[in-house]
């Protein structure tokens, strides 16, 4: 088992837990927030799983998820606005 | 004479910065991501350019930013169009789905001649006439297939083997055809079949039809016979014979062959390719099995695993592109699919790849007995005992069949753009929802992605196609003619 | 280079002549009588058989004491380049400063009407620099000539500075086309950006001409070099928006790209963007640069040597092939043009422009070959050379 911390402040508890659920067939994964950190303990599911290479996959997953939910929130309005030309009556040409 | 402007003056002052488009990103491999837009453009970048643009820190004068804004990635100051274009390409991948319910599964009957372990049907032996449909059934069916939307009806008639209850293909045929007149759709037919019991009065019907044949051929003659017992123990050379019957008489374009992967196939992907190809056929899809019918039941289908059916995909595909490179045109369909939704503004209709799933939507399947299925999955879930996805019976109105929750429910929670991981993954756009196999697999309409089989192999073919195109221009041409063939 | 133009040439007109201004011509003595009252006869001996309008009198001299003319007739002297004049042709005399002016020549394989000098795009590359001047009275002339028209002409053009720019009279004259050439093609250069008035598009439409198609060009797939090459902010948005709207109503479209240094490496990328956003175009072509116009002026950032662009343009090409979008090539001499395009090559030059040069000489694929623009003696490539054997076209 192996236990990463990430500063309560900069990560997002979201992105945390979207990155758990990706690496759940490999590992089982406890989270528990606290006042300074968020907590999380990686299990590998299986006697064959390499936990140091996951370690540093799940950093780097951790921090895709926070981007990603960045790009979500930023681009949600012209997102919603392509959609609603799409579907407009306005005739696009197809 | 007038003072011409230099190019500084038309780009968007460096201040201004740039707007994101939506976007989603991926791992390829160790050290690239792949970005995809709205409608699956995609592009290819290392982890920290991914950060710069997502900072708002990319040089316009870089190519990346301008290779990202000729996609579609980013908008700047001094264009807006990508927005009107982002939607009619959006409007253009969705236009499908209006039209739908445009293929039709009638299985005749249950009855067949050969004995092939996978078979996703538990076929009955040749004689009980228990397991033909009756006219009154495909009269009803047929009354369901011309109450669907769709423009363009395909009625493709199945089994067991649907010849051996070659009349009832006939009551079908010619009832379809009295529908058309006043329905006047784009109508099409096809028999799946084995070729193994077909006579020159069924080729002559055909002919007068233009019926379309789809037959089994799983490679050379030992792998095909393994695969496909039959009394006398030559389905392939009946089948061989039966293609060159139906090319003489129906001509050369209407037959297509469909393989089936087994355990014994997995070390033969190019003695496979070899076959279709000295056959002159132009493509082969490389399938993998589905974990229905007595495919279970024999546990062919745990004999293999997902890497090694991946191995035998990408030993197959990489042999295909060479042949390519020297000339043959020869397609793998699979990928073709795949790649129509890559590089190609176009929706290909293939059932098995779409979200949302196309159960219902995309197609019907009546059963012998009446009973009408979301798909030609759902009905080999049931023969196993799984209710789950059958929709009603003949005797249902279209409309009770389409807006049951039988087939609302798991549309809409494996609705891909929502679930979770799907949501966020930037194969999303070439990859298909299949609440039917993670209900079989899974027990659960959405799957947990991460530990579906359906999943992991998905993504390690995109990310298989893609490193191939990146690692050479002459694959990207090639796959380019593939996506619009 | 056929000379179409002349001024300050010698008319003579007879008392009562009703000299039309604009009319077609006849060289046949023998003309039907109805039909010489408002044609032009070309005389080339100096021979006047009765009744025509006008007399276009070639290679003889404008003396008073030449040959009288009718009363009802009118003369202009013309100088022996004029000698090409042909049967079917349609002219426009413009009495006022003795002005001749070619508006349609049957034995020519294109032919174009320049409908305005007016444009709001100013191209770098400007083969027909823009004058703000009211030249509202072409309009007038075309629609007296469209009729006059051999009917059996497979297309003619429409071309400027910027044919939208006359507004819904351009409407009017594609209607004359419909009407009375109803089996020519009509090809429309413009720069689209009027269309973004979805209204204004749909009037093309609705107009019903059985083959009428817009070639509109774009330079890049990003706004900014194609807002660059054309000299007008914002114009890209606005062409794009054109095209998009034109083919809503089923209107046929071409895009053209005119390969210059400026355009030439992104050529890929536009073929890219074109398949991916415009994949309805009906056909993408790719022009060689006319030395002529606004080019001379920026020659140094325009310049390219056509063979050190032909990886790019075959990439694009062959991306545009494969995603099954229609393409040619216009105005490449075939010695510098990879042999994978020459299928695609067309011998596209208008007869009054092209030419061919001094090291064409015993080139063998002469007469499938596009030449150059006369304007090319300013700049060519230094590759052009012979080609020995006829090649195998794919």
């Known amino acids: 088992m192996t236990t990463l911390r990430f500063a309560a402040g900069v990560f997002d508890i979201e992105a945390i837990k979207r990155a758990a659920y990706r690496f759940s067939d490999r590992v089982a994964i406890e989270i528990e927030p606290t006042a300074d950190f968020i907590i999380c303990r990686l299990q590998p599911l299986s006697a064959k799983t390499q936990l140091a290479g996951l370690e540093n996959a799940f950093r780097i997953e951790v921090l895709d998820q926070d981007l990603r939910a960045r790009i979500a929130k930023e681009t949600e309005p012209v997102r919603n606005l392509v959609l609603s030309l799409a579907f407009s009556k306005t005739g696009l040409q197809g | 004479m007038s003072r011409f402007k230099p190019l500084a003056d038309y780009q968007s002052p460096l201040g201004n910065g740039y707007q994101l488009l939506p976007f989603r990103f991926t791992a390829l491999d160790g050290d690239r991501y792949v970005l995809s837009n709205m409608t699956g453009e995609y592009h290819v970048a290392s982890r920290p350019t991914v950060e710069q643009l997502t900072k708002h820190q990319l040089p316009p004068s870089s190519d990346q930013y301008r290779s990202l804004k000729s996609k579609h990635f980013l908008l700047d100051d001094d264009s807006n169009v990508a927005i009107d274009l982002l939607a009619l390409k959006v409007r253009t991948k969705l236009e499908r789905l209006s039209n739908f319910t445009g293929l039709h599964l009638f299985v005749v009957t249950l009855r067949c001649e050969h004995s092939c372990p996978y078979c996703q049907v538990s076929r009955q032996n040749d004689d009980k006439s228990d397991f033909d449909m009756t006219p009154e059934v495909a009269d009803k069916a047929l009354d369901l297939v011309f109450r669907s939307p769709s423009p363009n009806i395909k009625i493709e008639f199945q089994g067991g083997e649907p010849m051996l209850n070659f009349p009832m293909i006939q009551h079908i045929v010619e009832g379809a055809l009295a529908r058309n007149a006043v329905a006047k759709r784009n109508l099409g037919f096809v028999i799946a079949t084995n070729l193994a019991v077909v006579t020159d009065e069924i080729l002559a019907y055909c002919e007068k039809h233009f019926i379309h044949i789809s037959t089994s051929l799983d490679g050379p003659a030992d792998l095909h016979n393994r695969n496909r017992p039959r009394p006398g123990g030559d389905s392939h050379q009946r089948a061989v014979l039966g293609i060159k019957r139906v090319r003489d008489v129906l001509g050369r374009d209407q037959v297509s062959a469909v393989m089936t992967t087994t355990a014994a196939s997995l070390e033969r992907v190019r003695d496979i390719i070899d076959e279709y190809i000295a056959l002159d056929f132009h493509g082969i899809f490389l399938r993998p099995l589905s974990p229905y019918g007595f495919a279970v039941k024999t546990k062919w289908f745990a004999a293999y695993d997902r890497s090694s059916w991946l191995k035998f995909y990408f030993d197959g595909l990489d042999y295909i592109i060479e042949l390519n490179k020297r000339g043959v045109r020869f397609t793998e369909f699979l990928a073709s699919t795949i790649l129509s939704k890559m590089l190609t503004p176009f929706q290909p209709g293939f059932v098995d790849l779409m979200s949302p799933a196309v159960i219902g939507l995309g197609a019907l399947v009546y059963n012998y007995d009446g009973s009408v299925y979301a798909s030609d999955e759902s009905r080999m879930l049931a023969e196993m005992g799984d209710q789950t996805f059958r929709l009603g019976t003949v005797d249902d109105a279209y409309e009770e069949l389409l807006l049951s929750d039988k087939l609302l429910d798991p549309l809409e929670q494996s609705f891909a753009a929502s679930a979770p991981m799907c949501s966020t993954c930037a194969f999303e756009p070439y990859c298909g929802a299949d609440p039917v196999y993670h209900h079989a697999m899974q027990r659960d309409f959405v799957g947990h992605k991460p530990t579906s089989d359906f999943c992991h192999r998905n993504m390690a073919i995109f990310r298989g196609l893609i490193s191939r195109m990146e690692a050479d221009p002459e694959i990207r041409q090639i796959f380019l003619t593939w996506a619009n063939r | ?394």
């Open chain 3, 1 to 394: 280079m056929l000379t179409r133009r002349g001024t300050g040439l010698t008319i003579v007109k007879g008392s009562n002549a009703t000299a039309p201004r604009i009319l077609r011509l006849s060289g046949d003595a023998d003309r039907p009588m109805p039909l010489r009252k408002r044609e032009g006869y070309i005389s080339r001996r100096g021979e006047m058989p009765a009744g025509f309008a006008w007399y276009l009198l070639i290679g003889q001299s404008g003396e008073p004491d030449g040959p009288a003319v009718a009363a009802e007739s009118a003369a202009i002297f013309l100088p022996e380049e004029f000698a090409h004049l042909g049967d079917g042709d349609v002219v426009r005399i413009a009495e006022g400063r003795g002005g001749i002016s070619v508006l349609f020549q049957k034995a020519a394989r294109h032919n174009s009407f320049l409908l305005t000098e007016r444009c709001n795009n100013y191209c770098l590359m400007c083969s027909q620099p823009p004058r703000n001047v009211d030249d509202s009275w072409i309009y007038d002339d075309i629609m007296a000539a469209i009729p006059l028209v051999d009917t059996g002409t497979p297309e003619i053009g429409f071309t400027g500075g910027e044919p939208t720019l006359l507004g819904e009279r351009l409407g009017k004259l594609v209607h004359q086309c419909k009407s009375y050439l109803p089996r020519t093609g009509l090809h429309v250069l413009t720069n689209g950006r009027a269309f973004v008035d979805a209204n204004f598009a749909r009037g093309f439409a609705d107009i019903g001409h059985r083959d009428l198609m817009f070639g509109i060009p774009v330079y890049s797939d990003l706004s900014e070099v194609h807002d660059y090459v054309v000299q007008a902010d914002g114009a890209f948005d606005e062409t794009i928006r054109g095209i998009l709207n034109l083919k809503r109503f089923g209107v046929m479209v071409e895009i053209r790209v005119v390969v210059h240094k400026q355009t030439y490496d992104r050529l890929p990328d536009l073929a890219r963007f074109i398949a991916r956003n415009l994949t309805f175009v009906d056909q993408v072509v790719f022009m060689g640069l006319e030395m002529t116009g606004f080019t001379k002026a920026n020659l140094e950032d325009l310049w390219i040597d056509p063979v050190a662009y032909q990886p790019q343009l075959v990439e694009a090409v062959s991306y545009l092939e494969r995603s099954r979008v229609k393409v040619s090539v216009y105005n490449h001499q075939l010695c510098i043009t990879d042999k994978r395009l020459w299928p695609y090559a067309k011998r596209s030059i208008s007869d009054w422009k092209n030419e061919y040069m001094p090291e064409c000489e015993g080139c063998a694929v002469r007469q499938e070959c596009a030449g150059f623009f006369s304007s090319a003696r300013l700049r060519y490539s230094a590759h052009i050379r012979p080609m020995q054997a006829v090649p195998e076209r794919a």
